[in-house]
Nanobody
Framework: QVQVVDSGGGSVQTGGSLKLSCAHS????????MGWYRQAPGKERDLVAT???????FYSGIGEGRFIISQDTVKHILYLQMNELKTQDTAVYFC????????????????????WGQGTQVTVFS
């Protein structure tokens, strides 16, 4: 059973930094994407960034230039370093692990569906 546990949120003044962590376990292999999303009050959940098993990164534009996604594939931990935080960054941040479907003979597909962490609150105040 896949478990995804995110942490590291808190309250910080504008211009400050936070580093979010996401410990994940279970599943077959870590061959699909992992990512960070965020949801502000009254708004939809938005993609922040993703990272592939090979370390290729994608940023949606939210926090680009200020946020850095990374991972420790040995410890199975995903990170989001957030710098120069703004009040607009206030949201609940969620870690997502894309589900893998395994087939015989080592074949697999990444399903596009995620297992989610419980969310960690980030509050940026001026």
């Amino acid at each position: 059973q896949v478990q995804v546990v995110d942490s590291g949120g808190g309250s910080v003044q504008t211009g400050g930094s936070l580093k979010l962590s996401c410990a994940h376990s279970g599943g077959n292999f870590d061959r699909c994407k992992m990512g960070w999303y965020r949801q502000a009050p009254g708004k939809e959940r938005d993609l922040v960034a993703t990272i592939s098993d090979t370390g290729s990164t994608f940023y949606s534009g939210i926090g680009e230039g200020r946020f850095i996604i990374s991972q420790d594939t040995v410890k199975h931990i995903l990170y989001l370093q957030m710098n120069e935080l703004k009040t607009q960054d206030t949201a609940v941040y969620f870690c997502a692990k894309e589900r893998e479907m395994s087939y015989p003979f080592g074949q697999y597909t990444c399903t596009g569906k995620n297992d989610w962490g419980q969310g960690t609150q980030v509050t940026v105040f001026s």
